[in-house]
Nanobody, 127 residues
Framework: QVQLVESGGGSVQAGGSLRLSCAAS????????VAWFRQVPGKEREGVAA???????TYAESVKGRFTISRDNAKNTLYLQMNSLKPEDSAMYYC?????????????????????WGQGTQVAVSS
């Protein structure tokens, strides 16, 4: 069983930056698809960014040019660098994984394709 643990959330003013981390422990293996999702109360969990074991990335339109997803395979850690943060980026951020699967680009930001989830880390952006 793989465990995912997010960290790095916090409060920041608009225009600021945060870097989220997601540490994976247990039996991780390739190929894989891993991603960041976010959710605010009363809304659906939405995909933010995804990265595949070959290094290809996918981003939601709302974060393109501001967020960067990356991973360190040696550390089994996924990152999300968030720059130029806006109040609408405030949410609980979750990392997710689909071990053994390389998701098609059209579904990489859809939650139903991921079967391993972290507990989330809160991000609050004030104006």
């Amino acid at each position: 069983q793989v465990q995912l643990v997010e960290s790095g959330g916090g409060s920041v003013q608009a225009g600021g930056s945060l870097r989220l981390s997601c540490a994976a422990s247990g039996n991780t293996y390739s190929p894989y698809s891993v991603a960041w999702f976010r959710q605010v109360p009363g809304k659906e969990r939405e995909g933010v960014a995804a990265i595949i074991s070959d290094g290809s990335t996918t981003y939601a339109e709302s974060v393109k040019g501001r967020f960067t997803i990356s991973r360190d395979n040696a550390k089994n850690t996924l990152y999300l660098q968030m720059n130029s943060l806006k109040p609408e980026d405030s949410a609980m951020y979750y990392c997710a994984a689909a071990w053994g699967r390389v998701l098609f680009v059209t579904v990489r930001l859809r939650r139903e394709h991921y079967n391993s989830w972290g507990q989330g880390t809160q991000v609050a952006v004030s104006s």
